[in-house]
């Protein structure tokens, strides 16, 4: 059975309203040359992975149980774990708790790792992500991590997934049939990067519509997520096995449609290469 992880009831949620960064820049070490098309992933950890699991909620709340999320969770762990991460989950925290965990990552010294990864499962609705007794901005989750907060990740890769509804709107997608027969310069000392630079923000749906799930499987953004990097996580750099992703939950459905939605701050390609 295919669910979805809209809020129950529809209601319009307002959007939190952020005040800009002012101060002047900073001078951090950059772990990879300003001209280099890859990222340094030789660190020597890969760097951990944080998994937001909601499937049960405050009855104030009114939100259905998302059934199949578990195995979501379950994937995510063996996929993560293949890839050299450290992967810790976090079952239906409420919402002092996720904030308090995503404070004391960001708060943890990276130097050591090459990445940073965060996942969260999880009711939504027009930009906010439930809890087990609240909901808050999705920005909530990559702000901490901006360089000049997080100064150890700066230059290296912030990955964030949100498994989550962003409304209520269902696509009906269109039935199609294909026409195939088959399916140089020498780098100075110092420059300077934005402090939003080397983010990768993945939501499952685009904005206004419903996300996927079903009670068997998980959901259709992080099975098809998963399916991927267990199969392509050695070989091919991060933006193509997204856009990979995109393909397989795009043609998944067939009395609905789902398009995630990837918005890549990244400015060099991520690869995965094993860990001695």
Known sequence: MDLTDAKAT?????????PKNKGPSRKISNPVDRDSRVYNMQHRCRGKAYIFNHDL??????????VGSKTDVSNLERALSQLDFEVLCFHNCDITSV?????????????????VMVIVLSHGTHGMIYALDSYYHSDELWLPFTSDKCPSL???PKLFFIQACQ???????????????????????????????????AYSTIPGYVSWRNTTNGSWFIEALCEILITYGRQEDFLSMMTMVLLKVATLGRDYSQIPCVVSQLIRRVYFPPKQ
Request: charged fraction near 25%.
């Open 154 to 156: 700066a230059g290296k």
């Open 10 to 18: 529809g209601q319009q949620i307002p959007t939190a309203v952020h």
């Open 57 to 66: 909620f405050d009855a104030s709340l009114k939100l259905s149980p998302r």
């Open 167 to 201: 409304g209520n709107k269902k696509d009906a997608g269109l039935t199609v049939q294909s026409d195939s027969s088959q399916m140089d310069s020498v780098a100075p000392q110092e420059y300077s990067i934005p402090t939003m630079a080397d983010f990768m923000i």
């Open 99 to 115: 904030r308090r965990n995503i404070k004391q990552l960001a708060e943890l010294d990276h130097t050591d790792n090459d990445c």
